[in-house]
C-alpha cells in the first residue's frame, strides 16, 4: 500500500519534498504553540492572585507573607513561579525575587503588574487598593483577549479549511469527474499548475489566519505542511475521481 502510495507521486518530486518539509518545520510549530499556552494560562491566573494578595493584604499580611498565601493556594503555573520565587528570595532581596518572577512568566502583564508593584513599595502607596483595581482591570481585558481569539480563532480555521481542503477537493472532484484520464483528456499541464496554485493559495491562508490572531512567525512554521496536505488533495483527487 505504501508503494502505490508513493507510485502516485512518482512525476511529482516537489510534492514529496513539501511534505517532508511539512512534517519537519511542524515539529517547529509546536513550542510556539506551548509556550502561548502556558503564558497564557499564566494570565488568566492573575486577576486571582491579584485579588488575593489585596485581601490578605486587607487581613494585616506583608506582601512577602500575602504571596506565600497565594504560593501555597494555587496549584498552576503561576503558584509554582511564586513558590520559586518566594525560595530564591532567601538567597537575595524580596525585589530581586520579585523581578526575577516576572522575567521567568515571559508575559508582558506580569511584568508591568510586578514593575507597578515595586514602584508602589518604594512610593508608600497604598498597595492593596493598587492591587485591587489592577485585579478588575486585567480581568476585564483577559476577558476581552479571550474572546477575541475565540473568535479570530474560529474565522481562522474556516479560511484554512475552505482554501485548503476544501477548495482543492471541490476542483478536482469537477476535473475528476468531467475530464478523466480514461477517456483519453491529457490535462497534466493544467494539473501541475493548479496543484501549485493550490499550494500558494494555501500559504496565503495561513498567512492571512496568522496576521489576524496576532502570530505570524509562529503561523509560518505550519505553512508547509498545509501546503502539502492541499496539493496533494488536489493532486490525488484527480488521480482516483479520473481514474
Known amino acids: 500500500m505504501i508503494f502505490s502510495t508513493l507510485e502516485m507521486f512518482r512525476n511529482d518530486p516537489l510534492l514529496l519534498l513539501l511534505i517532508t518539509m511539512g512534517v519537519a518545520c511542524s515539529i517547529g510549530g509546536i513550542p510556539p504553540i506551548l509556550e502561548r499556552v502556558r503564558r ?5 491566573d492573575l486577576p486571582a492572585m491579584l485579588e488575593a494578595l489585596s485581601d490578605s493584604l486587607g487581613a494585616g499580611l506583608g506582601l512577602q507573607q500575602a504571596m506565600m ?3 501555597d493556594r494555587n496549584n498552576g503555573t503561576l503558584g509554582k513561579l511564586l513558590r520559586e ?11 530581586a525575587a520579585l523581578a526575577s ?10 511584568q508591568r503588574v510586578m514593575h507597578l508593584m515595586s514602584t508602589a513599595i518604594e ?4 498597595l492593596q487598593n493598587i492591587l485591587s483595581d489592577m485585579s ?3 480581568e476585564r481585558l483577559n476577558d476581552l483577549m479571550n474572546r477575541r481569539e475565540s473568535d479570530l480563532m474560529g474565522r481562522s480555521i474556516l479560511i484554512i479549511m475552505f482554501v485548503s481542503i476544501g477548495l482543492p477537493f471541490l476542483i478536482a ?8 484520464r480514461t477517456q483519453g483528456f491529457q490535462l497534466e499541464s493544467f494539473n501541475n499548475s493548479f496543484t501549485m496554485f493550490f499550494g500558494a493559495a494555501s500559504f496565503v491562508a495561513i498567512s492571512v489566519s496568522g496576521r489576524m490572531l496576532g502570530r505570524m512567525r509562529s503561523a509560518l512554521w505550519w505553512a508547509p505542511l498545509w501546503m502539502a496536505i492541499s496539493m496533494t488533495i488536489y493532486h490525488v483527487g484527480v488521480l482516483v475521481i479520473g481514474g
Do not use: W
Open 123 to 126: 512610593q508608600d502607596a497604598p
Open 69 to 71: 498565601a497565594e504560593a
Open 136 to 138: 478588575r482591570d486585567y
Open 173 to 180: 472532484f469537477i476535473v475528476g469527474l468531467f475530464a478523466p
Open 85 to 95: 520565587t518566594l525560595a530564591e528570595s532567601h538567597a537575595s532581596s524580596f525585589d
Open 101 to 110: 518572577f516576572a522575567t521567568k512568566s515571559r508575559s508582558s502583564q506580569v
Open 40 to 44: 497564557r494560562g499564566i494570565e488568566n
